[in-house]
């Protein structure tokens, strides 16, 4: 008898992909196959994402095709905690859970898929199943988040903080650098506030004694010798702290700061931790410590209540901040949010047209910015080979989200390969090089 084979499609951002990765090791570890399609899947598991309209109807759409195709079906991820709109779309789903829910998953699949475990044939790898290739990998430190931003609804769905303690971190990302993973992006939905739920608790780890904090988690991953990216951070005061270990080298000089919108009174009605003010002085001071020092960021245009001079100081603040990677979003009315009762909601069509003003006001900054590097050698991490040469990312690229370096006829190359490359020639978001 063969060992019963899942299917599994995961939908929405890092976080849940986490999620997916130890669903899929907890099975793996059981005797559970990983099957590729849904013909050859005995039961299919879908990983939702409820964060904004479309991807609700992304989730929705992939939950039917995976009924359609497959016909037995477990739904989990964010969009869980809205089980009667998946029920009134698909009521034939075996199970529902919400997000971060591996045992309740694992549970479900033994009532409709029982395990055939052959101890001596289901080996699994030190570092569980992973989604990404095999030179990176995303590394979760907590789940949940403290603050009531007013467009979001993730704490409805994942909660408030839960941190890992920092030794069981660590010993993931250990073993996971044993694998031979080059680059750890560190995800969450708040990073700068790691800890805060377990009081900064002291742990040990290889002897030394770490408090369960953002700066003891960075240095010690920065001991590591590989990559290490921090995305979600919020900037609050004792992020000051960690960018010196990026000017020292000892963790990539890059920031995913969620920054939202530049105006105050906007802000403030978003319910964000930040006033604009302050993160430009803060964002001088960061450069003035690590000069080479990448920050990414994501801002809603179009959000109720925003006027075009409002708008417009969001415009200034991109000049003035003139920062390296920036996403925008037109504000969407994700059910359950509580900005949807606020008065005068911005009509879609200039929602849209903000967006596209927003775009191209941030391209020409991303373009100087990358221009300037036109010249440098950089080090670059390779993530394929094709048939023109290879495509690599730069300290400054967080895989899938940031620009890419083109190296020009290194087919001899390997992904997972760290290079020089003399920079040749730079667009709106993305580099050609030749090796040094």
């Known amino acids: 008898m063969s060992n019963p084979r899942v299917g599994f499609i995961s939908l929405g951002c890092p976080k849940a992909l986490v999620d997916s990765e130890q669903i899929l090791t907890r099975l793996r570890s059981?005797?559970?196959?990983?099957?590729?399609?849904?013909?050859?899947?005995?039961?299919?598991?879908?990983?939702?994402?409820?964060?904004?309209?479309?991807?609700?109807?992304?989730?929705?759409?992939?939950?039917?095709?995976?009924?359609a195709e497959n016909g037995k079906v477990i739904v989990t991820g964010c969009l869980g905690a809205r089980q009667d709109e998946i029920l009134a779309r698909h009521p034939q789903v075996l199970k529902i859970t919400g997000a971060h829910a591996t045992d309740?998953?694992?549970?479900?699949?033994?009532?409709?898929?029982?395990?055939?475990?052959?101890?001596?044939?289901?080996?699994?790898?030190?570092?569980?199943?992973?989604?990404?290739?095999?030179?990176?990998?995303?590394?979760?430190?907590?789940?949940?988040?403290n603050h009531r931003c007013t467009f979001c609804i993730i704490p409805s769905m994942r909660g408030d903080l839960v941190s890992r303690p920092i030794d069981d971190v660590m010993?993931?990302?250990?073993?996971?650098?044993?694998?031979?993973?080059?680059?750890?992006?560190?995800?969450?939905?708040?990073?700068?506030?790691y800890g805060l739920d377990l009081k900064y608790q002291s742990r040990r780890w290889q002897g030394r004694e770490l408090q369960t904090r953002f700066y003891d988690l960075a240095e010690a991953l920065g001991d590591l010798g590989i990559w290490v990216r921090m995305h979600y951070v919020y900037p609050y005061p004792h992020v000051d702290e960690v960018v010196p270990l990026m000017a020292a080298g000892k963790i990539l000089p890059y920031l995913d700061i969620p920054f939202q919108h530049a105006n105050s009174r906007i802000l403030k009605l978003m319910k964000r931790p930040a006033a604009?003010?302050?993160?430009?002085?803060?964002?001088?001071?960061?450069?003035?410590?690590?000069?080479?020092?990448?920050?990414?960021?994501?801002?809603?245009?179009?959000?109720?209540?925003?006027?075009?001079?409002?708008?417009?100081?969001?415009?200034?603040?991109?000049t003035e901040a003139d920062m390296d990677r920036v996403g925008c979003?037109?504000?969407?009315?994700?059910?359950?949010?509580?900005?949807?009762?606020?008065?005068?909601?911005?009509?879609?069509?200039?929602?849209?047209?903000?967006?596209?003003?927003?775009?191209?006001?941030?391209?020409?900054?991303?373009?100087?910015?990358?221009?300037?590097?036109?010249?440098?050698?950089?080090?670059?991490?390779?993530?394929?080979?094709?048939?023109?040469?290879?495509?690599?990312?730069?300290?400054?690229?967080?895989?899938?989200?940031?620009?890419?370096?083109?190296?020009?006829?290194?087919?001899?190359?390997?992904?997972?390969?760290?290079?020089?490359?003399?920079?040749?020639?730079?667009?709106?978001?993305?580099?050609?090089?030749?090796?040094?």
Not at 300 to 308: C, D, K, N, R, S
Not at 344 to 369: C, G, N, W, Y
Not at 372 to 392: F, K, N, S, Y
């Open 30 to 67: 059981e005797g559970y196959q990983v099957s590729p399609n849904y013909k050859d899947s005995d039961l299919v598991i879908v990983n939702t994402c409820g964060f904004i309209d479309a991807a609700v109807e992304e989730s929705l759409d992939s939950i039917g095709e995976a009924l």
């Open 104 to 145: 309740e998953v694992v549970s479900a699949v033994h009532e409709y898929l029982p395990p055939a475990h052959n101890p001596f044939t289901d080996l699994l790898p030190p570092q569980g199943i992973k989604l990404t290739p095999q030179h990176y990998a995303y590394l979760k430190i907590s789940e949940g988040c």
């Open 171 to 193: 010993q993931e990302a250990e073993r996971l650098a044993d694998a031979g993973v080059k680059e750890l992006l560190i995800v969450s939905q708040d990073t700068s506030a």
């Open 276 to 318: 604009a003010e302050n993160n430009l002085e803060r964002i001088r001071a960061w450069r003035n410590i690590c000069p080479d020092l990448t920050i990414r960021s994501t801002f809603i245009v179009g959000f109720p209540g925003e006027t075009e001079q409002e708008f417009e100081e969001l415009l200034q603040f991109l």
């Open 329 to 436: 979003f037109a504000y969407s009315p994700v059910k359950g949010a509580a900005a949807n009762d606020l008065p005068d909601a911005v009509p879609e069509e200039i929602k849209q047209e903000r967006l596209a003003r927003f775009m191209d006001h941030q391209a020409a900054i991303s373009a100087a910015r990358l221009q300037r590097r036109v010249g440098r050698i950089e080090t670059v991490l390779i993530d394929e080979v094709v048939e023109e040469g290879a495509v690599a990312r730069s300290k400054s690229d967080a895989p899938e989200i940031d620009g890419q370096v083109f190296i020009d006829n290194a087919t001899h190359l390997k992904v997972g390969d760290f290079v020089e490359v003399e920079i040749e020639e730079a667009d709106e978001y993305d580099l050609w090089g030749h090796l040094v």
